[in-house]
T-cell receptor, first 113, second 115 residues
Framework: GNSVTQMEGPVTLSEEAFLTINCTYT??????LFWYVQYPGEGLQLLLK?????DKGSNKGFEATYRKETTSFHLEKGSVQVSDSAVYFC????????????FGAGTQVVVTP | GAVVSQHPSRVICKSGTSVKIECRSL??????MFWYRQFPKQSLMLMAT?????????EQGVEKDKFLINHASLTLSTLTVTSAHPEDSSFYIC???????????FGSGTRLTVV
């Protein structure tokens, strides 16, 4: 089946620190991989995506590389800001059922000034 | 990109009443929409797939008689929580799949509180 495992939070960082959120997945076939961000009280926004192995998704200073050999899609940002405080979800497009996403548990990130 | 409008954003209702949540695709036609539920501090779980012109398909463990889904047009899907109870309090969010490979677009979500 399809599953996504991401590191538990909360992750608390100081402004300008380096952020890594680990995400690994299991899936048959070749899923697309996504990172979504949810700011307090809001819905989900697509942060970045990668559709095939070795693709690197990037947006707003965040990056993640689709690593098929390690079945991973870790999210990184070199210098976080207070405005990056949110919950981050790793997700994959299910290969057993078109159009559906399988989400990780979410990682809360808190950035302090 | 695709725009999905969902409302209401928040609703408080009494136990035993029904609540309807709407999800509209504003600039494209969506034959399929997905409904997810997110309990506090938990991840999103797919509830059902809404299919225009046919019955919705529900994920295992989701009560179809409690969560009624209607996809009457190519731009509107509704989720009705019937006879709501406090344990139905949750964040409900719809999404549409992309026309091609890309990110799935989500509505802004509805926070339901049943008192």
């Amino acid at each position: 089946g399809n599953s996504v495992t991401q590191m538990e939070g909360p992750v608390t960082l100081s402004e300008e620190a380096f952020l890594t959120i680990n995400c690994t997945y299991t899936a048959t076939g070749y899923p697309s991989l996504f990172w979504y961000v949810q700011y307090p009280g809001e819905g989900l926004q697509l942060l970045l995506k990668a559709t095939k192995a070795d693709d690197k998704g990037s947006n707003k200073g965040f990056e993640a590389t689709y690593r098929k050999e390690t079945t991973s899609f870790h999210l990184e940002k070199g210098s976080v800001q207070v405005s990056d405080s949110a919950v981050y979800f790793c997700a994959l497009s299910r290969t057993d059922s078109w159009g559906k996403l399988q989400f990780g548990a979410g990682t809360q990130v808190v950035v302090t000034p | 990109g695709a725009v999905v409008s969902q409302h209401p954003s928040r609703v408080i209702c009494k136990s035993g009443t029904s609540v309807k949540i709407e999800c509209r695709s504003l600039d494209f036609q969506a034959t399929t929409m997905f409904w997810y539920r997110q309990f506090p501090k938990q991840s999103l779980m797919l509830m059902a797939t809404s299919n225009e012109g046919s019955k919705a398909t529900y994920e295992q463990g989701v009560e179809k008689d409690k969560f009624l889904i209607n996809h009457a047009s190519l731009t509107l899907s509704t989720l009705t929580v019937t006879s709501a109870h406090p344990e139905d309090s949750s964040f409900y969010i719809c999404s549409v799949p992309p026309a091609s490979l890309g990110g799935y677009t989500f509505g802004s979500g509805t926070r339901l509180t049943v008192v």
